[in-house]
């Protein structure tokens, strides 16, 4: 009816509707501007204190069954990205993530009979007030179910999950999406950067934290690619988080707007109408 401008993050069911108004811009953005979805798991809570049990994890996640799940149209999602640091950054690499390039719920299942794991209930935290974590980890409870973990979903909102994630013995996953922006460089990467920090998940491993410290001090381009592969290889070996799927979720706004800067984060300067 021509009453909104702008609106950030419309629904992606609304999107067929909108792509088909003639007065509407739909802004597709790509690379950093693209979100990443991850499933944090914790490391230091039985039974997932066990990088080999973590490791089954991994396994079974298939980025493009959670994507669909999400309702996500094909063009705006990546059939499948390998880096922790955000496909199309300048350093995204796929170092040591060929073990996870064809995800099998089969093959998990299998795996995981030859670890420790004993049937212990695994907990994870479900945000039920935002699409992207509520749709993921109900996605993974059910696949994690099919490989034989005992599984127990807790609902609650974000804000919930943020206190409840506070406890070490609480949890042992959940579901998140973050700005790529955010995952794009070590420093910043919540699962790489916080690194032996007291971060829900406690991932630590001394590697990463000396490769941290080397990136910090390098202003070489070809360096820090090659400290940020290292640490990527580790994070692979150790599976602080596995990666659910990369994605855009596009702002629409009305073409008679002048001026609109098309980012994933709205700066609203220089707008005219």
Not at 115 to 142: F, H, M
Not at 143 to 151: I, P
Request: net charge neutral; proline share 5%; hydrophobic share 40%.
């Amino acid at each position: 009816a021509g009453e909104v401008d702008y609106v950030q993050y419309p629904s992606f069911d609304m999107l067929p509707i909108l792509e088909t108004d003639s007065n509407v811009k739909l802004v597709d953005l790509k690379g950093p501007n693209m979100f990443m979805g991850f499933y944090r798991l914790n490391s230091v809570n039985k039974p997932m204190d066990d990088p080999v049990i973590r490791a089954v994890v991994a396994m079974a996640v298939d980025q493009t069954k959670t994507i669909a799940a999400l309702g996500v149209p094909e063009r705006f999602s990546m059939p499948h990205c390998a880096t922790y640091y955000i496909c199309g950054s300048v350093l995204a690499t796929d170092a040591g993530s060929e073990p996870y390039a064809k995800p099998s719920v089969a093959a998990a299942r299998e795996a995981l009979k030859k670890t420790r794991y004993a049937g212990e209930k695994i907990v994870i935290l479900q945000a039920t007030d935002i699409d992207a974590p509520r749709v993921s980890s109900e996605v993974l409870a059910q696949t994690l179910r099919e490989v034989g973990f005992n599984v127990e979903l807790q609902s609650m909102d974000w804000n919930s999950v943020i206190s409840k994630r506070a406890g070490k013995d609480a949890w042992h996953i959940f579901g998140v999406h973050v700005s790529g922006y955010d995952m794009m460089s070590p420093l910043t990467n919540l699962y790489i950067g916080n690194n032996c920090q007291d971060y829900a998940g406690w991932n630590c491993d001394a590697r990463i934290t000396k490769d941290l410290a080397a990136f910090r001090q390098t202003s070489d381009p070809a360096e820090q690619k090659r400290l940020a592969a290292d640490m990527q290889k580790v994070a692979y070996e150790t599976t602080p988080a596995v990666i659910w799927g990369q994605f855009s979720q596009p702002a629409a706004y009305r073409k008679n707007l002048k001026g609109v800067i098309e980012s994933s984060i709205p700066v609203f300067w220089n707008i005219s109408k």
